[in-house]
């Protein structure tokens, strides 16, 4: 009796056609990465086969027993548009298909930060007519495991209409990458969160591995033991504020301002490993040329910023083992000047330690910073510098891509000489006479220092100090020192001991 009652339900639920899927990340206007196979995948019925168009040439897969299905396609070079269809039951044409250049644009607020945010925004809006620099955005969503696919918005190419919207770095970098590489399609695709510290975008399996970030983990259990109750005083304060809104309302006066809730507690956006899970797992499978990352606010802390190189190094071999593309080219910003808490040096210098690993560049912004703005509006200064770090790293351009960086110091007789890389064709102290520097003894009390360039290095002395041993260059949380090279890049800050 219970069986032929629910035989029709059975025989409705088996009958039923499972529509061949893709996931958001792929759709109409979409760029891919020219130079590697193509990989498409998605979801079918288990068995069925799915074959994919592009290009003039076709490719198969059966779906797996639980409907998984994958398929690659012949690399190809820079062009289009190009129709690619998919067809298995159904038929899934997408249209004005191009192949260039895709980037990941991740990080925290100031890559987040729109360009209708971004300094000179009108004019640079009204004239942002680049239908060949297109964009999608991964939904913002965090997760306890890594997921195979999240919601994202359909690519768009960048008009007037639409770039304000747009990651003002993401949306400079892409411009100057386009112009300087005889206009290949650029394919940006964003995802970030503000106010997210690096250890959300790093795999538990990466920070498990490395015994050295146990240190970020000791202070996410101190950040879980205190939020009960940190979110108990919130459910005050708004109990509170109700009270004196009603308050202020018989009165006829305004009411007060409604209080901010907690963020960044557990399972919020800041645990570890959360944004990974939700906001990178589920795209690793699209190749990309590379990534440009904006980050480290969120670390400039007394419990964070001392392990952050060892962190941020563990993120990128993360990032490029799970696309597994190789050393993908890795570009990020180093943070720029802002009167703060005393550890943004501290996060420069992780952020200066971490181009230790290959194929990695820095674009120095410490001179494009607001002092009392943690969002400057300069953002295409940002996004050039990292676009041109990406034309000697990625596309192999012999120009020089960095300001000076720091190699090595030595005492000579009164003074400490140092030597930079990355000087260009010579070094020079924008403005007039060299500031920044500072020169200490034994006891490492630093003290402001004279300095003069000589070739490639420059000396620097105090008559405050007969016996240097340690020189430092705009070691302060909104420093302004003036080194430049000839090619007008910023030298990094930078401590010798």
Do not use: C
Not at 52 to 72: C, E, H, I, M, N
Not at 424 to 447: N, P, Q, T, Y
């Amino acid at each position: 009796m219970s069986f032929l009652r629910f035989l029709p339900l059975f025989a409705i639920v088996t009958g039923l056609r499972a529509d061949v899927t893709l996931p958001p990340i792929l759709s109409n206007h979409m760029i891919l990465q020219r130079g590697v196979p193509t990989h498409l995948w998605g979801k079918a019925a288990p068995g069925e086969s799915v074959t994919a168009t592009f290009r003039g040439a076709s490719a198969t897969a059966k779906a797996d027993p639980v409907g998984k299905w994958s398929l690659y396609l012949p690399a190809g070079e820079a062009g289009g548009p190009f129709p690619l269809t998919v067809q298995a039951a159904n038929t899934i044409a997408y249209d004005d298909v191009l192949v260039g250049d895709v980037w990941v644009a991740s990080g925290q607020s100031n890559i987040e930060l729109p360009l209708i945010r971004s300094g000179n925004a009108q004019a640079e809006i009204k004239n942002a007519n680049f239908p060949k620099i297109r964009r999608t955005r991964v939904d913002r969503k965090t997760a306890e495991y890594p997921l195979d696919e999240q919601g994202a918005t359909p690519w768009t190419a960048t008009t007037p209409e639409n770039a304000g919207g747009m990651s003002g770095v993401a949306y400079y970098f892409a411009r100057h990458i386009q112009e300087t590489q005889q206009g290949v399609p650029v394919g940006i695709i964003e995802s970030f969160w503000g106010g997210t510290p690096v250890e959300a975008w790093t795999s538990l399996r990466a920070i498990a591995e490395d015994p050295g970030l146990m240190p970020m983990f000791a202070n996410w259990a101190r950040v879980g033991e205190g939020w009960g109750a940190l979110t108990q005083k919130y459910e005050m304060d708004v109990k509170q504020w109700e009270a004196d809104s009603a308050k202020a309302k018989a009165e006829g006066k305004a009411a007060p301002r409604r209080p901010g809730a907690p963020f960044g507690g557990p399972g919020g956006p800041k645990t570890p490993a959360s944004l990974y899970n939700a906001m990178i797992a589920p795209i690793v499978a699209y190749p990309i040329k590379g990534v440009i990352w904006y980050q480290g606010e969120g670390n400039a802390r007394p419990a964070l910023a001392p392990v952050y190189a060892r962190n941020f190094m563990a993120m990128i071999r993360d990032w490029r083992r799970a696309w597994g593309l190789g050393d993908f080219p890795f570009i990020w910003a180093q943070l720029p000047n802002y009167k703060e808490n005393g550890w943004w040096p501290d996060l420069r210098e992780a952020q200066l330690q971490s181009l230790a690993l290959a194929n990695t560049g820095m674009a120095v912004t410490i001179d494009v910073g607001a002092a009392d703005n943690l969002h400057p509006p300069n953002k295409k200064d940002v996004g050039v510098r990292m676009a041109i770090a990406a034309r000697g790293v990625a596309y192999g351009e012999k120009i020089e891509w960095s300001g000076p960086l720091y190699r090595t110091a030595a005492r000579e007789g009164g003074a400490m000489r140092v030597w930079f890389d990355h000087t260009g064709r010579s070094m020079e102290g924008k403005g007039g006479a060299l500031k920044g520097f500072e020169v200490a003894g034994a006891d490492k009390k630093f003290v402001a220092a004279e300095a003069r360039i000589e070739g490639n290095t420059v000396v620097v002395s105090s008559s405050a100090v007969a016996d240097p041993a340690f020189v430092r260059y705009d070691w302060d949380d909104a420093p302004e020192g003036n080194l430049y090279n000839s090619e007008g890049l910023p030298a990094s800050p930078f401590r010798s001991n």
